[in-house]
Protein backbone atom coordinates (compact mmCIF):
# COMPACT_ATOMS: atom_id res chain seq x y z
CA UNK A 1 0.00 0.00 0.00
CA UNK A 2 0.86 3.69 -0.83
CA UNK A 3 1.91 6.17 2.25
CA UNK A 4 0.79 9.44 2.63
CA UNK A 5 4.11 11.47 3.69
CA UNK A 6 3.42 11.83 7.42
CA UNK A 7 3.37 15.75 7.19
CA UNK A 8 0.65 15.48 4.21
CA UNK A 9 -1.61 13.23 6.00
CA UNK A 10 -3.54 16.18 8.12
CA UNK A 11 -3.96 18.02 4.99
CA UNK A 12 -4.53 15.19 2.79
CA UNK A 13 -7.91 14.30 5.47
CA UNK A 14 -8.86 17.61 5.29
CA UNK A 15 -9.26 18.19 1.52
CA UNK A 16 -10.91 14.88 1.20
CA UNK A 17 -13.43 15.98 3.72
CA UNK A 18 -14.30 19.66 2.38
CA UNK A 19 -14.41 17.18 -1.19
CA UNK A 20 -17.05 14.95 0.22
CA UNK A 21 -19.13 18.12 1.57
CA UNK A 22 -18.79 20.02 -1.47
CA UNK A 23 -20.09 17.08 -3.31
CA UNK A 24 -23.16 16.98 -1.23
CA UNK A 25 -24.12 20.33 -1.43
CA UNK A 26 -22.65 22.13 1.11
CA UNK A 27 -19.92 25.19 1.28
CA UNK A 28 -16.83 23.82 2.91
CA UNK A 29 -13.45 25.61 3.34
CA UNK A 30 -10.24 24.47 5.06
CA UNK A 31 -9.16 26.47 7.57
CA UNK A 32 -5.26 27.13 8.63
CA UNK A 33 -2.80 27.65 11.39
CA UNK A 34 -0.88 25.65 14.39
CA UNK A 35 -3.08 26.97 17.36
CA UNK A 36 -6.59 25.93 15.58
CA UNK A 37 -9.39 24.08 16.87
CA UNK A 38 -11.35 23.79 13.51
CA UNK A 39 -10.13 21.76 10.68
CA UNK A 40 -13.46 23.18 8.54
CA UNK A 41 -15.88 25.65 8.50
CA UNK A 42 -19.01 24.36 6.59
CA UNK A 43 -21.72 26.18 5.62
CA UNK A 44 -25.65 24.11 4.18
CA UNK A 45 -27.73 26.75 2.20
CA UNK A 46 -30.83 24.54 2.95
CA UNK A 47 -30.93 24.30 6.74
CA UNK A 48 -29.05 27.86 7.14
CA UNK A 49 -26.83 26.51 9.46
CA UNK A 50 -22.84 26.34 9.90
CA UNK A 51 -21.00 23.91 10.80
CA UNK A 52 -17.50 23.38 12.56
CA UNK A 53 -15.23 20.00 11.67
CA UNK A 54 -12.78 18.71 13.42
CA UNK A 55 -10.51 16.09 11.08
CA UNK A 56 -8.74 13.26 12.23
CA UNK A 57 -6.36 11.31 9.87
CA UNK A 58 -4.65 7.97 9.96
CA UNK A 59 -2.74 5.33 7.82
CA UNK A 60 -1.77 3.43 11.36
CA UNK A 61 -3.22 0.68 13.19
CA UNK A 62 -5.12 3.92 15.28
CA UNK A 63 -5.93 7.96 16.01
CA UNK A 64 -3.93 9.22 18.68
CA UNK A 65 -4.59 11.59 21.56
CA UNK A 66 -7.77 12.65 19.78
CA UNK A 67 -9.13 15.53 21.93
CA UNK A 68 -12.68 16.16 20.79
CA UNK A 69 -15.31 18.15 19.93
CA UNK A 70 -17.82 20.44 21.62
CA UNK A 71 -20.23 23.35 21.24
CA UNK A 72 -23.40 23.48 18.83
CA UNK A 73 -23.19 22.47 14.85
CA UNK A 74 -19.46 20.14 15.48
CA UNK A 75 -18.59 17.36 13.76
CA UNK A 76 -15.59 15.05 14.43
CA UNK A 77 -14.62 13.06 10.62
CA UNK A 78 -11.95 10.47 11.16
CA UNK A 79 -10.64 9.11 8.20
CA UNK A 80 -8.68 5.69 7.24
CA UNK A 81 -6.18 5.70 5.26
CA UNK A 82 -4.34 2.29 6.72
CA UNK A 83 -3.96 -0.07 3.83
CA UNK A 84 -5.55 2.48 1.25
CA UNK A 85 -3.41 2.55 -2.27
CA UNK A 86 -3.41 6.28 -4.10
CA UNK A 87 -6.82 4.71 -6.08
CA UNK A 88 -8.55 4.18 -3.11
CA UNK A 89 -10.91 6.14 -0.94
CA UNK A 90 -10.46 6.51 2.41
CA UNK A 91 -12.94 5.62 5.16
CA UNK A 92 -14.55 7.92 7.06
CA UNK A 93 -16.54 8.51 10.32
CA UNK A 94 -18.49 10.78 11.42
CA UNK A 95 -19.71 11.82 14.63
CA UNK A 96 -21.44 15.05 16.24
CA UNK A 97 -21.03 16.21 19.35
CA UNK A 98 -23.22 13.73 21.03
CA UNK A 99 -21.69 11.20 19.01
CA UNK A 100 -18.34 11.85 21.00
CA UNK A 101 -19.79 12.44 24.47
CA UNK A 102 -21.61 8.38 24.07
CA UNK A 103 -17.76 7.57 22.78
CA UNK A 104 -16.12 8.82 25.72
CA UNK A 105 -19.05 7.34 28.23
CA UNK A 106 -18.00 3.97 27.51
CA UNK A 107 -14.63 3.93 26.32
CA UNK A 108 -13.54 6.38 28.82
CA UNK A 109 -15.32 6.23 32.12
CA UNK A 110 -16.95 2.83 31.21
CA UNK A 111 -13.52 1.87 31.41
CA UNK A 112 -11.25 3.77 33.08
CA UNK A 113 -13.34 5.36 35.69
CA UNK A 114 -11.98 7.49 38.43
CA UNK A 115 -8.59 7.45 36.25
CA UNK A 116 -9.77 9.86 34.10
CA UNK A 117 -12.53 12.57 33.67
CA UNK A 118 -14.01 14.40 30.87
CA UNK A 119 -13.56 18.39 30.87
CA UNK A 120 -15.91 20.74 29.60
CA UNK A 121 -14.83 20.34 25.90
CA UNK A 122 -15.12 16.93 25.91
CA UNK A 123 -11.55 15.99 25.90
CA UNK A 124 -9.92 13.20 27.81
CA UNK A 125 -8.01 14.19 30.75
CA UNK A 126 -5.84 11.41 32.74
CA UNK A 127 -4.07 11.63 35.70
CA UNK A 128 -0.32 12.11 34.89
CA UNK A 129 -0.63 11.22 31.11
CA UNK A 130 -1.17 13.54 27.89
CA UNK A 131 -4.96 14.71 27.47
CA UNK A 132 -6.83 12.79 24.64
CA UNK A 133 -7.28 9.30 23.63
CA UNK A 134 -6.51 6.90 21.34
CA UNK A 135 -9.84 5.83 18.83
CA UNK A 136 -9.76 2.27 17.04
CA UNK A 137 -11.99 1.91 14.14
CA UNK A 138 -13.70 -0.96 15.31
CA UNK A 139 -14.97 1.51 17.98
CA UNK A 140 -16.34 3.84 15.98
CA UNK A 141 -17.84 1.44 13.33
CA UNK A 142 -21.80 2.55 13.22
CA UNK A 143 -20.87 5.78 12.23
CA UNK A 144 -19.09 4.84 8.60
CA UNK A 145 -20.43 6.95 5.96
CA UNK A 146 -22.57 8.16 8.37
CA UNK A 147 -23.00 11.67 6.36
CA UNK A 148 -26.70 11.94 6.90
CA UNK A 149 -25.76 13.55 10.35
CA UNK A 150 -24.32 16.60 8.52
CA UNK A 151 -27.09 16.90 5.53
CA UNK A 152 -29.98 16.86 8.41
Do not use: C, N, P
Given at each position: MSA???QNLSLAGEYAVASELC???LYAQVTFGNMKRTDLLAYDS???????????????RMWPFVKGIAGSNAFLIFLDF?????????????LSVLDWKRYLNKYVIGRYGREAHINKDNCPIWKGAPAGISVEPNEISKHKEAWEKISR
Open positions: IQKRRGKADRELRIEVKSKQGEKKSFKERADFYI
